[in-house]
């Protein structure tokens, strides 16, 4: 069992920045890690994931591709998400999740999450 807890979230204005962190109750150095958001009235979207193994091969959604990083510590069990030129349409909860198997883009393809993270992007 994994215990995933998201912080970082807030009230930001178009362009600004925000970096999200991801604790882990225990080690999830043989995990990929993924973040996810979920908008009031939309189905929850891949927005990124990282690999386990040494590389960390990243992968994105396009609407965040060249915005957003991912990244993680594995010495803290923290993977982090980095945001900068924020859109309004970035407003969302965020998520992040421990990948099981499968293709890391599927929601289905994770087992463990977190409460969530709202972010808010004024414009």
């Known amino acids: 069992q994994v215990q995933l807890v998201e912080s970082g979230g807030g009230l930001v204005q178009a362009g600004g920045s925000l970096r999200l962190s991801c604790a882990a109750s225990?080690?999830?150095?043989?995990?990929?890690m993924g973040w996810f958001r979920q908008a009031p009235g939309k189905e929850r979207e891949f927005v990124a994931a990282?690999?386990?193994?040494?590389?960390?091969?990243?992968y994105y959604a396009d609407s965040v591709k060249g915005r957003f990083t991912i990244s993680r510590d594995n010495a803290k069990n923290t993977v982090y998400l980095q945001m900068n030129s924020l859109k309004p349409e970035d407003t969302a909860v965020y998520y992040c999740?421990?990948?099981?198997?499968?293709?890391?883009?599927?929601?289905?393809?994770?087992?463990?999450w977190g409460q969530g993270t709202q972010v808010t992007v004024s414009s």
């Open positions: 999740a421990a990948h099981h198997s499968g293709n890391y883009y599927l929601r289905g393809s994770y087992d463990y």
């Open positions: 225990r080690r999830t150095f043989s995990y990929a």
């Open positions: 990282i690999s386990w193994w040494s590389g960390y091969s990243t």
